[in-house]
């Protein structure tokens, strides 16, 4: 018995074994699928724009007053910090003498010329009374030549007396037009010189008013850069003093990454917590989509402004960090797992039946991609190539 289970066991060990046969290329149908219906995002509590200022001064001077302080509730209009003023102050008062100067001089223009004007008008009358007389003159003289009972001597005479009178006529008509251009020229100076001075009056007035910094809007003073008795310099910039920011307009920036932002549009519902309050969700509603991408760790991403809703005052502070969901609508598409999609030669191809076919590609889920085009559904497609030659 021994010996023939020996042999046995030389005769198995001598019979070649039966090679395994090879797996099957793993396959999956397209079919369709509904893909999620909310992005989440990373993102931050952030002033709207406008919503925080830094107030400075747009003048040098030495701080004389400084009204607020930290975590101080101040209103538009209020006066922040105020500068020294006494320079300021005698130039207008400077200013403010030179408009009355030159007031005073178009007073005198516009009360001399005019009486100037009237007695060269008187001249001009009183040479053209002369004129005529004299012209009535010369035609009497004539008729009396006709007729004989005057001399050659006296005509000309007469006429002579006409010329002399219309030569005093036209010098009198200009001394009138001279004195009327004089009139105009001097009052146009003066009034030049009044818009120049009231100009140079403003603009002092303008300077004197930098010297009260006031709020530019209602908020809370998050920041003070300078104090009272400092002296501050303005050049290329405005030195800041305090900084004001409106905790009544806040928003939330999210950071989606960019295979989720063509998911998102203006106006969706968005809900949002922050660590401070883990347990209260907020609301809001999506308002922009920067156009402008932003790189974090080698990751494209893009900001999602949102538009907070509901009361939030108390709660909700600048940079504070928020957990967001921006929900959207349920989408059904054609759809393969995201493995089976190769990049070849500058475009997205999936294998049917071991030829590789181009597709075009819509929204990701997680391990599934939509088949925007290329494929019908039921399509088989191998979730590896027959060959590792093209390039994911």
Known sequence: MRKAVAALALLAAGCPRAAPEAAPPERAKAARRTFASSVLAIGAVRPQVGAEVRVGSRISGRVERLHANLRDSVEKGQVIAELEKEELEAVAAERRADVLRAEARLSSVQRVFPREIEKAEAEVAQRAATEMLARKELDRQDELLRQEFTTTQARDQAQ???????????????????????????????R??????????????????????????????????????????????????????????????????????????????????????????????????????????????????????????????????????????????????????RREQGRNVVYVGGEARPVRLGWKDGPWVEIASGLSEGDEVLLEPPERGGTR
């Open 192 to 341: 030049a010189d009044l818009e120049r001075a009231r100009a140079a009056l403003r603009g002092a007035e303008v300077q004197l008013s930098y010297a009260v910094i006031r709020a530019p809007l209602s908020g809370v003073v998050a920041s003070v850069s300078t104090q009272e008795g400092e002296t501050v310099a303005a050049g290329l910039s405005a030195p800041t003093f305090v900084t004001i920011v409106d905790l009544s307009r806040l928003q939330v920036e999210a950071f989606v990454d960019e295979t989720d932002v063509g998911k998102v549009n203006v106006g969706q519902r968005a809900t949002f917590a922050v660590d401070a309050f883990p347990a209260a969700e907020f609301e809001g509603k999506t308002v922009a989509v920067y156009p402008k991408a932003v790189i974090q760790d080698n990751v494209v991403k893009y900001v999602v402004a949102i538009e907070i809703a509901g009361a939030y005052e108390g709660r909700l502070r600048p940079e504070m960090t928020a957990a967001v969901t921006i929900h959207l609508e349920s989408r059904t598409a054609l759809a393969v797992p995201a493995r089976a999609v």
């Open 160 to 190: 002579e007396r006409l010329l002399v009178a219309q030569s005093q006529l036209q010098v009198a008509r200009k001394a009138l037009d001279l004195a009327r251009a004089q009139f105009d020229e001097a009052a146009k100076e003066a």
